[in-house]
């Protein structure tokens, strides 16, 4: 049986979403959190996101409408793109240890990570699944592909910002500093 691109993307989300359960269970306790319905401003354009890129029908006819040609090589080049992206974001992931969450928060305990990915990005999972995003968007070929992309760089620009308010409160100049040695989700440029 061999895979294909398709079978590769596939995997490559299902082994980050893996590693996202396990890791829940390994957090410090949480201190302060975002309320429930700025929540749902993120999770939002995220569920539409996903599901675009999932959905098979002909939601509405110009999502289907192809922005790259079908071919191999491109199915190919999108699924290095995802996976790419997903070994990011579970890098990323296994360096923010037990700070993490799925919700904006302030830990028990909280540091302030700038090694590893945080070396080079503030978000680096954002930057991860966004990358992991194109790549899945360039599989598909469709413009529902990039209609998610877009939603999900929406989402995850508030929840970034979101997330930078509450690093300032907790930490002060010294995320200021990194703030202003770092960009937010791509290497020297945003």
Do not use: C
Not at 30 to 39: D, E, G, L
Not at 165 to 186: C, D, N, P, T, W
């Amino acid at each position: 049986m061999s895979l294909g691109p398709s079978d590769v993307v596939v995997g490559a989300w299902l082994v980050l979403a893996l590693v996202w359960l396990i890791g829940s269970f390994a957090t410090k306790a949480t201190v302060r959190q975002q309320s429930a319905a700025s929540r749902l401003l993120e999770i939002g354009p995220l569920v539409v996101g996903f599901l675009l890129l999932r959905s098979n029908a002909n939601l509405m006819e110009w999502l289907s409408s192809r922005f790259i040609p079908r071919g191999f090589a491109w199915q190919a080049l999108g699924a290095l793109i995802t996976l790419a992206g997903v070994s990011v974001a579970i890098w990323a992931r296994f360096y923010l240890g037990s700070n993490w969450s799925a919700t904006v928060t302030v830990k028990q305990g909280h540091d302030l990570i700038r090694s590893g990915p945080y070396k080079f990005v503030r978000h680096p999972i954002y930057s991860g699944l966004l990358l992991a995003f194109l790549g899945t968007a360039i599989l598909i070929g469709e413009l529902r592909g990039l209609f998610a992309l877009a939603l999900v760089t929406v989402a995850w620009k508030i929840k970034s910002l979101r997330e930078e308010s509450f690093m300032v409160s907790e930490f002060g100049e010294q995320y200021e500093q990194y703030r202003h040695q770092v960009k937010a989700l791509i290497p020297f440029v945003w």
